[in-house]
């Protein structure tokens, strides 16, 4: 499915951009940069892998990987403060992005042979352990973990694809469906502010 | 044998909770807290499955793990800071519940045809490994690494069941034993606060 | 190879003393200590094993890196302040051993049938996840995320492994060529300050 594949590629450069400005925002040296971007480009696929035993992991099979990454640092390096504020482009990339790493990583697990539950979180863990791990090298709380729905959204998207997968609906179109579903519910999500209770 | 297994579910709801109060402490939202909850519990046996290559890791071969979280993590939100003085019972359950962890990582490693010094680190790992990481994604230094004897209780464990397996004692018999050692060390570690000396 | 495996273990004992020192520094009991000496000495090797399926990891299967890693932290126990100012030597250690953990985790990687540019990332992640590790457990930034040109150093000797390999360089000369640029390019990093542009 190749449509899938290009956003698959884009999403990881997307990733990596987000990684490298975080790393900007610590001020680190330039291979810090190009780290804290991998890491977070490749984290929640590598996660997925080692814990599912796929290994060598995923991104080590194809260097268009590397290539999207490098590309993506480099682009980082030519944001100044005033690009970013354009932050609406890159929000949309980074939920289009999101929602095609929780398909795959649901489809991978699956193949696997792992329970349905056991994918629906793997899904989850391809989308947004690259942002944990990102803030736990960069010394920070996940953000995940704070204030964001971003995990749930996964969560949910996987839900749908399990279900319509269930009701014997062909992989292309669910995959339409699931990804189509990831990003407007996270686009609303954003918009309304919608907000996990807060039982601290 | 049934007992180990009941002990290891209720073992996991346990640490469960102890992750989910770690969260709360820290003011994160309800999938935060459920995550560092889900982490503390599995994290431990996870870096025991993943270093020895046993992948899939074990909780993702029997749902009742992820219910038993869930359920640890639902019970968390009842807890106030009244019951949290309680700590006694909770103490206790905690202490059993590291002693079967111990117990059932170090079995699953000679299994798995690691040498006996291996094992007895891996037994520990499965044991404290969960609190390491909740700690670090909570962003605090682990805290078994500053002021609790809890690890090495584990180490000492493991060489009792190492030791007695090699004298030709049977399976049952050595769980026990070893199992009573554990609770035994760490309640007296507790009791009279057993230290380990202070290079700093 | 008699004297890469006798430097490896070297190295090994030299991280663990490193990690011990970093744990001593943030006032660790004992088994803290222990813990980052651990930690520092094997969590690159650890990382590329698990990243690679090659498991149960290396320093199961031989207990001398135990036994390596136990002198390192006992001997860290006998560092006075006075004695960390004779760093020099120390630094010629740590030198040698990242060049020799370089070269045999590219070597590892490459025989497991990965992409040579995966296996040059393999063999710096050997040299310096450890120290990354130690950091993210002590709760800082990774150093050389920040102000080395450490990790560069390292995938600059794999670049000239791999080369030196594709013209048909016998292995022992090309283990021998690359360690030593390693050292040279680290020594002379280190002596003219050779930084990295910063973007930040």
Redesign the interface.
């Known amino acids: 499915m190749n449509i899938l594949y290009f956003i698959d590629i884009v999403g990881t450069m997307v990733f990596a951009i987000s990684g490298a400005l975080a ?11 190009a ?2 971007g991998f890491i977070t480009a490749i984290g929640g696929g ?1 996660v997925r892998d ?4 796929s ?3 995923g991104w ?1 099979n194809d ?1 268009i990987y ?1 290539i999207m990454i490098g590309s993506g640092v480099i682009i980082s ?1 030519f944001f100044n403060r005033a690009v970013l504020k354009l932050r609406r482009t890159f929000f949309m990339f980074d939920t289009v992005g999101i929602a095609v790493f929780t398909v795959l990583g649901l489809q991978k697990a699956l193949t ?1 042979g ?2 349905p ?2 994918a629906i979180m793997m899904g989850m863990v391809s989308a947004v352990f690259g942002g ?1 791990i990102r803030d ?7 953000l ?4 964001e ?1 971003y ?2 959204t996964c969560i949910a998207g996987g839900i749908v694809y399990v279900s319509l997968d269930s009701f014997g609906i062909g992989q292309v179109l669910n995959v339409a469906i699931t990804s189509v579903f990831i990003v407007l519910f996270r686009v609303l999500a954003v918009k309304y502010q919608w ?6």
């Open positions: 790393g900007r925002d610590k001020k680190l040296d330039l291979f810090g940069i780290a804290v590598t080692v814990l599912l035993g290994t060598p992991v080590m260097l590397l390096m696997l792992v329970h539950a056991i944990v736990i090298v960069c010394n920070e709380i996940p995940i973990f704070r204030q729905i995990a749930l907000k996990l209770p807060d039982f601290s």
